[in-house]
């Protein structure tokens, strides 16, 4: 496993390569005839998908501290993805890192099938005909050969991509890290929060808020969670 940013930016936009070619190559002829697709390697965690309604324009984005943070089971283990892949049983239900970045391109491809059928609504992103979505993309064997192209081309580039099963730490491990009292921060950028442990649950803390999260009490999980040097 590596996580080293270049290398994961190297990752990334293998991702973007895989996406444009593998999925997007196979369905454009399906979606809107002026539609476009940009992916981009973001330099932060968020990956998404978005919709430009002037220029028909979908863009993509795979962040590179998300391919770092799904190297390791200890962070890979909050992700949606990772859900995802044991819970609807994708490839055969087995996380590794390269199920899980092949899993993201599909994931996020799902999003813009979605956005061209019209059933991607403000509150309802993650909704029945998305789950649809990324069900038909697992049983028509599209997801697989986003496996196979990433595993393929990774391995041509020399890029390390473990297929290892994940061993993940179970929550009474991850609980007996922190203390009650403890000083926390959690989110990324704009998003980023700092707080005082309150107390420990079996799946997160109740942390409250201190600086500008002042008077404001969060659940967080716990692969969610750093301390405060």
């Not at 990752?11 to 997007?24: G, P, S």
């Not at 501290?65 to 049983?89: C, F, H, N, Y």
């Not at 038909?136 to 390390?160: I, T």
């Amino acid at each position: 496993m590596t996580s080293n940013l270049q290398t994961c930016r190297a990752i990334a936009r293998l991702m973007c390569t895989t996406t444009e070619q593998v999925l997007w190559d196979h369905y454009r002829h399906q979606l809107h005839p002026k539609a476009d697709l940009a992916c981009r390697a973001g330099s932060g965690r968020a990956t998404y998908h978005r919709f430009d309604h002037r220029d028909r324009c979908h863009q993509i984005t795979y962040g590179v501290r998300m391919v770092a943070a799904k190297q390791d089971p200890v962070t890979a283990a909050g992700w949606l993805s990772t859900r995802e892949i044991r819970s609807r049983g994708y490839f055969g239900g087995t996380v590794s890192v390269l199920n899980l970045l092949a899993h993201t391109c599909t994931h996020e491809f799902a999003h813009l099938l979605q956005q061209h059928d019209g059933k991607r609504y403000h509150g309802s992103v993650h909704n029945r005909h998305f789950y649809e979505l990324l069900d038909q993309l697992n049983d028509n064997g599209m997801a697989e050969s986003v496996r196979r192209h990433l595993a393929r081309s990774a391995h041509e580039l020399g890029l390390p991509l473990d297929n290892q099963p994940m061993a993940f730490p179970s929550p009474g491990h991850q609980a007996r890290r922190w203390q009650p009292g403890e000083a926390v921060r959690f989110g990324e950028g704009a998003a980023a929060r700092e707080g005082i442990i309150l107390r420990i649950n079996r799946k997160t803390c109740t942390v409250d808020g201190t600086g500008r999260s002042r008077g404001l009490r969060f659940r967080v999980p716990f692969v969610m969670l750093s301390a405060v040097d």
